[in-house]
């Protein structure tokens, strides 16, 4: 029999005893040889919630705890801490509003309160991952030290919504991540063990081959796996301080009762991890060590978890026996809609109790004590900062970005076959229209100049939308991964345009040999070559213009809204439709527009040898 106590300071502690029960059946990608916990719920009164676990309980963590070294202990502290956003209209909201508290090792603690309580920006502003335009009054300290960018490196961060390039397998998605993230003197193999090593701790080396989401009929990664594949990404790094986002959002009671288990074995193996969790089942609820309530922004309570019936039952709040507390903590702390104003007055009532009560008083000390730390600040800021890590290489960086955005494309079948059938069939429709008719002589110029004009059109407008929608869908991975500190934008732009080259140089060659041959163009090697060079470069810079459109606008539906002008503007300005010579207006637009230079120089690799053909165009050229 195993159980989980508090010692007296509330830190956990495992009292464990020899197991047996070892079988195979299989739930949510989770077999029973890796079940974590089996438990039951005694009793929930006088303020106690207790729970009675079954043998099988830390089998595995055991494994887990022997495997990995101990991290670094990290105390989290915090003080007078509010965050302010802007609003449209200039004025400030306040979210969170003066609050403090403090998070130790070896302690799992829950940020919980109604929708709207503060539970995510608090906990973001904690971890130094707050978005662009917040306010953050107070101070947040790690260690004695104010947190700042090393918080990427010395804290993990699982999302409530987890983020996944969806084409990559389990094995090739951790790969990548240990490559982005851990200390570039990591051996390869220690990298590879550290990989397989949490691929068995969480129950995933059954599905390392299998890919995280997938075209319909595909084998993909179920709930329960992809959150305990989020989880496996943030410890890759060992870090010291874990916080986690409504990790059981979108979770059946089993998986969410296996994903907390290994929360809670993290924290027993050392680590302090703070979890926002809206309305846990007492089963959940008794994983907790610390227990923190928020309403409007507020602590309404901060304490052992085991203490906040007794706090609500002094003030008159009597949980009823068949009540789960939690959900009796919310309801209480909650608006009651057409009553907002008297809910407002009760929150306030339960908060200002709370800030004169003994509970608060013992915290504040503890907090005070903390700070006071503070005068060895420049010792511990040289050794948190310094840490003796050495982040991966520039170049390794964008060599596996690169690796990641190249499996992307490859798997992707509207990349790889969809696009290249289009350009064939254009480019063979294209070629037909002018067989037999794009002569070099004085009568076929003009269906010359046309041929030519649809090699530049279809190299220019085609690629220009079609990576309209690439930054877009991207914009939330790239955004997550900056903030995490994984690479830096430029080395973002540089990867992902390495990783479409390929692509850029193959297109264009194809469309041009076929539409070149097929309408009987020049047939010499370097008329043929350079025309192929010229339909290359103006693919490419079709490509950065149409990536400038989507990352300005955002949004693909704004992004076409704008491009559009532009690109009739482009073709207008190509000196095929009107006679820029004679067009003053025009006369300087034609020497900046790509496709009007380009146009002009693949005609003079055609027919420059041609004087007598080519006498009635100069003008135009």
């Known amino acids: 029999m195993r ?23 299989t739930v949510d990608g989770m077999d029973d040889a890796h079940e974590l916990v089996s438990a039951d719920i005694i009793y929930v009164d006088s303020g106690i919630i207790s729970r009675k676990y079954d043998e099988p309980l830390f089998d595995e963590v055991e494994e887990l705890l022997g495997a990995s070294p101990a991290p670094r202990p990290c105390t989290l502290v915090w003080r007078d801490l509010s965050v302010h956003v802007k609003l449209k209209d200039g004025k400030l909201k306040r979210l969170v509003n003066n609050v403090s508290g403090i998070a130790k090792p070896g302690t799992l603690v829950a940020l919980m309160g109604p929708s709207g309580a503060g539970k995510t920006t608090l906990m973001t502003a904690l971890a130094h991952r707050s ?16 947190v700042g960018d090393f918080m990427h490196r010395e804290s993990g961060y699982m999302h409530q919504d987890e983020l996944f390039v969806e084409n990559l397998t389990v094995m090739e998605h951790l790969t990548i991540m240990a490559r982005l993230r851990m200390d ?6 220690g990298r590879r063990r550290k990989v397989n090593q949490l691929m068995r701790q969480l129950s995933l080396y059954g599905a390392r081959h299998t890919r995280i989401g997938g075209l319909d009929g595909q084998k993909t990664l179920s709930g329960g796996e992809r959150k305990r594949l989020a989880f496996a ?4 790094i060992d870090p010291g301080l874990l916080f986690c986002d409504e990790p059981t959002t979108g979770l059946d009671s089993s998986s969410a009762q296996k994903l907390m288990t290994l929360l809670r074995a993290s924290a027993v193996q050392g680590k302090t991890v703070i979890c926002t969790i809206h309305q846990p089942s007492s089963e959940l609820m008794a994983l907790f060590d610390k227990l923190v309530l928020l309403a409007e922004g507020r602590v309404a309570f901060a304490g052992n978890a085991s203490g906040a019936l007794d706090f609500f039952e002094s003030l008159g709040y009597q949980c009823p026996i068949t009540y789960n507390p939690t959900d009796y903590f919310i309801k209480v702390l909650a608006l009651t809609p057409g009553s907002e104003g008297a809910s407002r007055q009760a929150i306030k009532s339960v908060c200002d109790r709370f800030a004169v009560s003994d509970a608060a008083k ?35 960086k964008i060599t596996w970005l690169v690796y990641r955005y190249l499996l992307i494309i490859i798997r992707d079948p509207r990349v790889q076959f969809v696009r290249i059938l289009q350009k064939l069939a254009i480019a063979l429709t294209a070629g037909l229209c002018f067989i037999g008719t794009a002569r070099l002589t004085q009568a076929g110029i003009q269906d010359v100049q046309g041929a030519l004009f649809i090699i530049i059109a ?20 790239l955004h997550r991964e900056l903030k995490a500190g994984l690479y830096s934008t430029p080395v973002y732009y540089v990867a992902r345009m390495v990783a479409l080259f390929p692509g850029l140089v193959v297109e264009p060659a194809l469309f041009t040999l076929v539409v070149y041959w097929v309408a009987g163009l020049r047939g010499t090697l370097y008329a043929f070559g350079f025309t192929v060079f010229l339909s290359i470069l103006v693919l490419n810079v079709a490509i950065a213009c149409g990536s400038f459109f989507s990352c300005a606008f955002g949004s693909m539906p704004l992004a076409i809204a704008y491009l559009v002008p532009f690109d009739y503007s482009l073709m207008m300005t190509s000196g095929l439709f009107i006679k820029l010579s004679t067009e003053k207006i025009y006369r300087d637009t034609n020497t900046t527009a790509q496709q009007g230079r380009t146009y002009n120089l693949a005609a003079l690799s055609i027919i420059s040898d041609l004087f007598q053909a080519t006498k009635g165009i100069q003008e135009t050229l």
């Open 184 to 189: 570039r003197r990591t051996t390869p193999l």
């Open 131 to 146: 978005p662009g335009g917040t306010i953050i009054d107070g101070e947040v300290a790690m260690n004695g030290v104010p």
């Open 233 to 236: 990404s943030e410890l890759l």
């Open 458 to 477: 279809e190299n220019t407008f085609s690629p220009m939308y079609s990576v309209l929608h690439m930054f877009p869908e991207e914009f939330p991975m």
């Open 3 to 25: 159980s989980l106590s508090n010692d007296n300071n509330g830190t956990p502690s495992l009292a464990s005893a020899k197991s047996s029960s070892k079988n195979s059946s």
């Open 362 to 396: 013992e915290l504040d000390m503890e907090i005070h004590l903390e700070f006071h730390l503070m005068d060895n600040e420049d010792q511990d800021l040289r050794r948190v900062k310094n840490n003796n890590y050495k982040p991966p290489l520039l170049h390794t």
